[in-house]
C-alpha cells in the first residue's frame, strides 16, 4: 500500500520558470510533512517542512502548501534554476516525525537553461 | 559535525556472502533509521532505533536482514546471506526525538551483489 502518492515522476522547466510537484496521503495520522531533495551520489536532504495547522510555508523560493482536508500537499520552486535540477521527495510522519518517514517514489526535476 | 557517516561507500559481493553495513550517527542524536533505495520500490525505511532500541523493524524483507545498535554511535545492517535482489543504496539517518527535527541522512551504501 502506497501511502504517499507523488507525481509527476519527472518534470522538466524552463530556466527561470515554475517547478511544481503534488503529493497526496492516506493516513490521517500523519502530521509532519517535508520535502527532502537528492542530488546524484549523495543522500537526501531536506528542503522544507511543513506541519497540518498552517496551509503555507515559503523558505526563499521554496513554497509548500498544505490542503488538510483534500490530503494533499505540494512544492513550488519559483524561479527555477539549473542548480535546482535534482531528484525531490515529499514525505509524511506521524509523531512529528519521530515515527520515521514514509516517502513518496521521487519526482526527477530538470531544469533547462 | 560530521554528519552521519556510513560505510563501506561501496561494495560488490557475491550472491551468499555476508554484509554488514555501519553507521555512525550524528553525535548527540537518539534516533536512528535504515532506509533502502531502489529505482523500483523508491525510499523504503527498514528499521529504526530510539534510544538504542529497536522499535520497528516491520520494514526488514526478510530474516536474511538483522540490525543492531549496541550504542548510541554505532549501528549496523547484516544481510545474510546476501542475494542479487539486495542491490540497492543503503542510507542510514539520525534524529532528535522531538517533534519536526529534522532527520539527517548519510551519503549511502551503494551494494552490489552478483
Known amino acids: 500500500q502506497q501511502q504517499v502518492k507523488q507525481s509527476p515522476q519527472s518534470l522538466i522547466v524552463q530556466k527561470g520558470g515554475i517547478s511544481i510537484i503534488n503529493c497526496a496521503y492516506e493516513n490521517t495520522a500523519f502530521d509532519y510533512f517535508p520535502w527532502y531533495q537528492q542530488f546524484p551520489g549523495k543522500g537526501p536532504a531536506l528542503l522544507i517542512a511543513i506541519r497540518p495547522d498552517v496551509s503555507e510555508k515559503k523558505e526563499g523560493r521554496f513554497t509548500i502548501s498544505f490542503n488538510k482536508s483534500a490530503k494533499q500537499f505540494s512544492l513550488h520552486i519559483m524561479d527555477s534554476q539549473p542548480g535546482d535540477s535534482a531528484t525531490y521527495f515529499c514525505?509524511?510522519?506521524?509523531?512529528?516525525?519521530?515515527?520515521?518517514?514514509?516517502f513518496g517514489k521521487g519526482t526527477h526535476l530538470i531544469i533547462q537553461p | 559535525d560530521a554528519g552521519v557517516i556510513q560505510s563501506p561507500r561501496h561494495e560488490v559481493t557475491e550472491m551468499g556472502q555476508e554484509v554488514t553495513l555501519r553507521c555512525k550517527p550524528i553525535s548527540g542524536h537518539n534516533s536512528l533509521f535504515w532506509y533502502r533505495q531502489t529505482m523500483m520500490r523508491g525510499l523504503e525505511l527498514l528499521i529504526y532505533?530510539?534510544?538504542?532500541?529497536?522499535?520497528?523493524d516491520s520494514g526488514m524483507p526478510e530474516d536474511r536482514f538483522s540490525a543492531k545498535m549496541p550504542n548510541a554511535s554505532f549501528s549496523t545492517l547484516k544481510i545474510q546471506p546476501s542475494e542479487p535482489r539486495d542491490s540497492a543504496v543503503y542510507f542510514c539517518a539520525s534524529s532528535l526525538i522531538s517533534e519536526g527535527n529534522t532527520i539527517y541522512f548519510g551519503e549511502g551504501s551503494w551494494l552490489t551483489v552478483v
Open positions: 532505533f530510539n534510544n538504542n532500541v529497536p522499535i520497528d
Open positions: 514525505a509524511a510522519a506521524s509523531g512529528g516525525g519521530a515515527d520515521g518517514l514514509t
